[in-house]
């Protein structure tokens, strides 16, 4: 992004700023400014303090030392509203709607004085018809929210910033939730705000949107900034070495040898929990020593497959077949039983229990067996034995087997659920987002496993949000829209915009 | 202000607090004794005295200890699996019913040493069944338990009433709403002769360690602690939470009920309308002082009973009245669950 206007001046100006969290520094003197016009990223594995930033720009934490300056002002430290009132507009991951009021009732909302409420209504519906021509940002005002995508809800974000005339966006991960082409849709709007005048910081994690969207680059590092780059004077190896602290290397999984099938579902269908789509006649074969990779945008019944794979729930319609056998009387416990290994999606609320101990999560699948239990009698050095084997061969960082788990971070939990899985030796294994929120060390690490479990000649079933990260490990790949199964396609067969456009909900129907 | 948790909480945080709850309400007491127009050591004096300064009067405190054990393992059982049984009292009269019902005669061709355990246990049945319903009913339809269990507090008492006015009630008894006493063979003897100590405080004893056993030891402690931690965890682990639940409701019930049997069976020698002062609500005090541990549980119930012992002998000796013993106990309860979070939570400023 090229800046022709002159005006160079500075919109926010960072100094200094240190947020300490007893011994842990979120934040250890970060100074930066942003210009007018200008999109910075971001950058920062999870924890690297980009959070506790925004927190502090934004009056939710007080900062130890340093302040904040919004166009020349210093913003009084710890009073939220400061800089809104300032015109700084957020737009969070989790996006703040009312599902049950229209588009122009949440832009408006908390913006008109209750006196006089449902006054000037006009003269806002033509502002905001206004601002979503000139950045193309095309919704119905009148239509609710609860009926609209999560691409269009995210504009209704947008706007509303942009009514509350902010000069200064944050966009907190905000390609999380999208597909490829609404991405792109997004970026355009960003580049028409900035040709306005407007400022922007990008937070992410995904190199290659950084590389696209931003002018410059700021990459944390356990709280430090340790890099100010112009993009295109780098590029994404450099950033993710910058990020990481280490040369990374990419994971490049060798050519698979597909085996038989171990798990076949033929039409199975389970039904919609709330918002959360159930499957639609899904057909799918995991095969021995191939990892089958799930596309699709979040919430579109990935969560039904895996809940399916993980036995807590049964399919209504249709037949599932583990290596041959059809299933019946479906559970958690029988799933394990047909050896399947399930990596749940929150590992913090479902794949362990916060206060338990290593060695009573270690053995939560498998307690009511030898060697960790007898006649009801449970055999605690049979199950710490087996934990301190865990501990030693997937590099769990612990001070030992008593500790409880809520004390270690989220890649050394994922590594003792690894263990816990791989351990019990399962034919199948179901990893749903097996690496979100970790830092790329342990991504890399996790990744690594699931390939040699494939090489050892599991099937397994890769779910994740993050289409880059699809496209590295799966030997094939399928997309889910709607509870809705693509076709298998194969490495390499198609790019990310044409899975984009499955992802999206097209094609289904002439695929049936 | 707001709290963050503590990591690991050291021993001197999981002991000072609790220590400084028990210190706190003590000077509390004190005060109330001020305002009541007496002197607080000399009234402090008395209580100590009266629960514990003597044989006998130990002994009326372990006695009293007795039902309070059971109540309170009963509850400390059901809460670690985050399982609410405020329905202990209920439970409590279904285990003295059935003792009742048992021990009038109907059995009485059976010999002692099998009339006994064959009472106990079909009290535990009965108390297990009273819990069972609304175990069932949140299992299967997510109906609160509180409300369930809570309420059937009510229905028992009012059954039991309508029992002792009929079918149950003793035609030797002067018109008094009360059952027939039990034979001499349905009777839990006295561990020391003479004395009201009954041996079922003895079995409250073996209760006790049994449960630790099972807490510690079995796969069903460990199933019960995980689901009361995270259910969805255990859930998703293959834990059959169900299950698990309807056991621990069983062995709660089973628990409270005993405390109905031994009071009757052990001490009262017949069921009346009164037999229980609360002994159900007041295990749930006893199982939270505890922090829900069968060994703390014993320690507790005999802390509670004590309390009220001591404070019925110096009520007539000082002219306090009785209810500064439930006075002290809320205050010792709310001092204690403060204790509890402050061990386990930091408060911090901003």
Same mark, same amino acid.
């Given at each position: 992004m090229t800046n022709t206007r002159e005006a160079q001046d500075t919109v926010l100006r960072l100094s200094g700023i240190t947020k300490r969290f007893g011994a842990l520094t /979120?934040?250890? #003197?970060i100074s930066f400014e942003l210009k007018r016009g200008e999109v910075i990223a971001l950058l920062g594995e999870n924890g690297a303090g980009k959070t506790t930033l925004m927190n502090i720009l934004f009056g939710h934490y007080t900062a130890d030392e340093g302040k904040v300056e919004v166009f020349g002002q210093p913003l009084p430290p710890g009073a939220p509203g400061a800089a809104l009132a300032a015109g700084v507009g957020m737009v969070h991951q989790h996006f703040t709607l /009312?599902?049950?009021?229209?588009v122009l009732d949440n832009i408006l909302l908390g913006t008109e004085p209750l006196w006089r409420l449902g006054m000037g209504r006009g003269a806002a519906r033509r502002k905001v018809e206004t601002l979503a021509r000139d950045f193309g940002l095309? *919704?119905? !005002?009148? /239509?609710?929210?609860? #009926?609209?995508?999560v691409g269009e809800r995210q504009r209704v974000e947008i706007l509303k910033a942009l009514y509350r005339d902010a000069r200064i966006l944050i966009l907190d991960e905000?390609? #999380? *939730?999208?597909?490829p082409q609404e991405t792109d849709a997004l970026f355009e709007t960003l580049r028409k705000a900035v040709a306005q005048g407007l400022s922007i910081i990008f937070i992410s994690h995904k190199l290659h949107e950084v590389m696209s969207i931003s002018s410059r680059v700021l990459v944390l590092r356990h709280g430090r900034l340790v890099g100010e780059v112009k993009t295109d004077e780098t590029d994404r190896h450099r950033l993710a070495e910058l990020m990481v602290g280490a040369e990374i290397t990419a994971v490049a999984p060798s050519e698979a040898t597909p085996g038989d099938v171990l798990l076949r579902l033929s039409g199975v269908s389970t039904p919609a929990q709330g918002n959360r789509p159930g499957l639609n006649s899904v057909d799918l074969d995991l095969r021995a020593g191939q990892i089958t990779g799930l596309a699709g *945008?979040?919430?579109?019944?990935q969560g039904a497959l895996a809940d399916l794979l993980s036995g807590l729930e049964a399919p209504t319609e249709g037949e599932m077949d583990v290596a041959g056998v059809r299933v019946r009387g479906w559970s958690p416990r029988t799933a394990v039983a047909h050896g399947i290994g399930r990596i749940p999606e929150d590992r913090h609320r479902t794949?362990?229990? /916060?206060?338990?101990t290593l060695t009573e999560n270690a053995v939560?699948?498998?307690?009511?067996? !030898?060697p960790f239990s007898s006649r009801g009698w449970m055999d605690w050095s049979g199950a710490e034995r087996h934990t301190a084997e865990i501990i030693d061969k997937y590099d769990v +960082?612990? !001070?030992?087997?008593?500790? +409880?788990? +809520?004390?270690?971070s989220g890649g050394n939990m994922q590594k003792l659920i690894l263990g816990r899985v791989f351990e019990a030796g399962p034919n199948i294994i179901l990893a749903n987002q097996? *690496?979100?929120?970790?830092d790329i060390g342990a991504v890399t690490y996790v990744q690594e496993q699931l390939i040699a479990a494939r090489d050892a000649g599991a099937a397994v079933l890769l779910i994740s949000e993050d289409l880059d990260e699809v496209l590295a490990l799966s030997d094939v790949i399928r997309v889910m829209s709607e509870g809705r199964l693509s076709p298998e396609f194969a490495r390499g067969s198609m790019t990310p915009a044409e899975l984009g456009v499955w992802m999206a909900g097209q094609g289904f129907e002439d695929a049936a | 202000m707001r709290l963050e948790p503590v990591a690991n909480p050291t021993l001197g945080r999981s002991i000072g607090f609790p220590a400084a709850a028990l210190a706190l309400t003590v000077v509390v007491a004190s005060l109330l004794t001020l305002l009541a127009g007496a002197n607080p050591f000399e009234t402090l004096g008395l209580i100590l005295a009266g629960a514990a300064g003597s044989k006998f009067a130990l002994l009326e405190t372990l006695n009293r200890a007795t039902p309070l054990i059971f109540t309170g393992l009963a509850v400390a059982v059901a809460f670690r699996a985050?399982?609410?049984?405020? =329905?202990a009292e209920a439970q409590f009269y279904a285990g003295a019913l059935m003792a009742v019902l048992l021990g009038?005669?109907?059995?009485?061709?059976?010999?002692w040493f099998v009339l006994v355990p064959v009472m106990a246990a079909g009290a535990m049945l009965a108390g297990a069944l009273m819990l069972l319903g609304p175990v069932v009913l949140k299992v299967r339809? =997510? %109906? $609160?338990e509180v409300v369930t269990t809570l309420l059937l507090n009510f229905i028992m008492l009012l059954f039991i009433s309508m029992l002792l006015e009929g &079918?149950?009630? $003793? &035609?030797?008894?002067?018109?008094?709403p009360k059952s027939e006493p039990l034979d001499q063979a349905a009777r839990l003897p006295r561990i %020391? @002769?003479?004395?009201?100590?009954?041996?079922g405080f003895g079995i409250a004893l073996i209760s006790a360690g049994m449960i630790w056993v099972i807490q510690a030891r079995t796969t069903l402690g460990y199933e019960i602690r995980a689901v009361g931690q995270n259910p969805q965890a255990a859930r998703f682990a293959g834990v059959p939470v169900a299950r698990v639940l309807i056991k621990t409701a069983l062995l709660s019930g089973g628990l409270a009920a005993l405390a109905g049997w031994s009071e009757v069976a052990?001490?009262? =020698?017949n069921l009346t309308l @009164?037999?229980? &002062?609360g002994f159900g609500y007041t295990g749930i005090i006893v199982a939270m002082l505890a922090l829900l541990h069968p060994g703390g549980v014993v320690v507790s119930a005999i802390f509670v009973a004590g309390i009220f012992v001591g404070a019925d002998s110096m009520s007539r000796a000082?002219? %306090? &009245?009785?209810?500064i013993a439930d006075i002290l106990l809320a205050t010792a309860l709310l001092f204690m669950v403060l204790a509890i979070l402050l061990t386990r939570f930091r408060v911090v400023r901003g």
């Open positions: /979120a934040n250890d #003197a /009312a599902d049950n009021m229209s095309v *919704v119905d !005002p009148d /239509a609710k929210i609860g #009926a609209l995508s905000p390609t #999380a *939730v999208l597909t *945008v979040s919430g579109n019944g794949g362990t229990i /916060a206060d338990f939560l699948e498998g307690y009511m067996k !030898p +960082r612990c !001070p030992g087997p008593d500790t +409880r788990i +809520r004390l270690l097996p *690496v979100r929120g970790l | 985050k399982l609410w049984n405020i =329905g009038t005669g109907a059995l009485g061709f059976l010999p339809l =997510g %109906v $609160d &079918p149950l009630k $003793d &035609p030797m008894g002067m018109g008094w %020391v @002769d003479g004395l009201r100590l009954h041996w052990g001490l009262k =020698g @009164d037999i229980s &002062p000082a002219e %306090v &009245p009785t209810y």
